[in-house]
């Protein structure tokens, strides 16, 4: 039988828990494999086994949600962390591509003397600061080396790196305050070039292979983006970790001392003991049973993500148009819909528009997902009109008041008349119901106030 999944009042981002996340963990397992947590309307996946079936049915649990907040959703839209076989499985070919053992090989020797030096200048001091002396230093200085980072860059690496992860969170403090960091980083890799990186550089290959045409055009930059996000505070937090377990296990240390050989599977085994990424998300693309508990598909909502000094927007679905397949706009708070639609069209006056999804016309040709500044204009101002009109024709239906029929669109059969719409409100999620709900949501609201007052 079916049942809803139990649901836990935790905070899997608050400072604490980011500190010390296992008990919170264990106590997410002990209650089921599937956890409700409203504080950021997510299911968490607690056991092993349902993990990894998520993982691997892609078509139901799509990477194109892996963040907690739309904005770094939107953000990350198209490159190989965001996105379903198999736009993935080509990405992910030419970055691994990059990334595999041979192509590393030519980096060992450097690697390896510049651990030893670091190592031989640290036991010399006798005492040292573990996190920033060793943890950071050394990836840092090998992931800049890897892609091929000069300069500024370098420096600005440890801040980039950590606010691109640190993005991912729900839109709490700590992400609000990153954004503008994970910005300058975003913004940076837009405008890099080839000749910015070291020749025979990892990063310089993806510029070559993009001459090459073995990626897209203009996808260069994105990929570098990748490898600086993805590469820096991963691999920071492992050593941390590392450190902190052998500090906490001697007798291991004493064993990995005494046979080198250990050492891959030491590490291997710090990364499973204490990960160095607590929480990774997915959008489930239907409704999902797991373990006998269901988990509801596509919650709608998003906010846009403005890239400052270019004028481009990430609105994802804060600009709908005519809607996509369903060819009707999904929202669920109208004045927030149409606040955003004015405050684009009005202030931002977007330079670059990226959609969420490929949203149509009047005559159902669909836009693309980048729009140039006039298309930007047409769709913003699309939107509002369209806003504007099933604004009308909902509160002219539920003024009547709202009738149950056989019509598909029942009980809001009037509005579809009204608008001439004709399309298949059976769809999942169906935007035509999504969007009434939140104009019947909002007139009962205001009927109320006016009772009250
Ligand atoms: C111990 C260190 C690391 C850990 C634990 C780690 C972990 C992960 C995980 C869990 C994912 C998959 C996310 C998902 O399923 O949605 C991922 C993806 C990725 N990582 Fe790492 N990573 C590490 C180091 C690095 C480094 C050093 C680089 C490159 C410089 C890198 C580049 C990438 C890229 C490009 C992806 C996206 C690949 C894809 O789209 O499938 N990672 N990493």
């Not at 905070?11 to 089921?32: K, N």
């Not at 590469?231 to 906490?248: K, P, Q, R, W």
Request: aromatic share 8%; with cysteine; glycine share 8%.
């Amino acid at each position: 039988m079916t049942s809803s999944p139990p649901t836990a009042d935790v905070d899997l981002f608050a400072d604490d828990v980011l500190v010390d996340p296992y008990p919170t963990f264990a106590q997410l397992r002990e209650l089921g494999p599937v956890v409700y947590l409203p504080r950021h309307d997510v299911y968490a996946l607690t056991r092993y086994d349902v993990i990894r079936g998520a993982l691997a049915d892609t078509a139901t649990f799509s990477s194109r949600a892996i963040a907690f907040n739309p904005a770094a959703n939107d953000a990350l839209r198209g490159t190989s962390l965001a996105s379903d076989p198999p736009v993935h499985t080509e990405l992910r070919a030419t970055l691994t591509e990059n990334l595999s053992p041979r192509a590393l090989r030519g980096l060992k020797t450097t690697i390896e003397t510049k651990a030893d030096t670091l190592v031989a200048d640290l036991v010399t001091t006798g005492s040292f600061e573990a996190i920033d002396a060793l943890a950071r230093a050394f990836p840092l200085e090998v992931v800049a080396d890897l892609i091929g980072f000069t300069g500024e860059v370098r420096a600005n690496m440890l801040r980039w790196g950590q606010a691109a992860m640190e993005v991912l969170g729900p839109m709490n403090q700590r992400t609000a305050e990153n954004f503008p960091i994970a910005g300058e980083l975003y913004a940076w890799c837009s405008q890099v070039q080839a000749e910015d990186l070291t020749p025979g550089s990892v990063g310089r290959g993806i510029f070559d292979a993009e001459a090459r045409g073995a990626v897209p055009a203009g996808s260069a930059g994105h990929i570098i983006h990748q490898y600086l996000g993805a590469g820096v505070d991963t691999t920071i937090a492992s050593i941390g970790n590392l450190i902190a377990l052998f500090a906490a296990f001697p007798d291991q240390f004493d064993l990995v001392r005494a046979d080198p050989t250990l050492v891959p599977s030491a590490f291997a085994e710090v990364l499973r003991y204490w990960a160095p990424l607590h929480a990774w998300g997915r959008a489930v693309t239907r409704d999902v049973e797991i373990d006998g508990h269901l988990i509801p598909g596509h919650t709608p909502g998003s906010v846009a993500y403005l890239v400052e000094g270019q004028n481009s927007v990430f609105v994802g679905d804060a600009v709908q148009v005519h809607g996509a397949a369903n060819g009707f706009p999904g929202y669920t708070d109208p004045d927030a819909y149409r606040d955003s639609l004015a405050y684009l069209r009005e202030t931002i006056r977007p330079q670059k528009l990226y959609l969420g999804h490929p949203y149509r016309r009047a005559d159902g040709t669909p836009y693309g997902v980048e729009l140039d500044r006039d298309q930007a204009t047409e769709a913003l101002r699309e939107s509002v009109d369209i806003e504007g009109g099933v604004r009308g024709a909902a509160h002219r239906c539920l003024c009547h008041g709202l009738l149950d029929t056989d019509s598909a669109y029942s009980p809001f059969a009037p509005v579809a008349d009204d608008l001439g719409y004709t399309g298949d409100p059976t769809l999942e999620p169906s935007p035509f119901f999504t969007t009434l709900h939140g104009y019947r949501t909002q007139f009962s609201h205001q009927h109320r106030h006016e009772e009250e007052s």
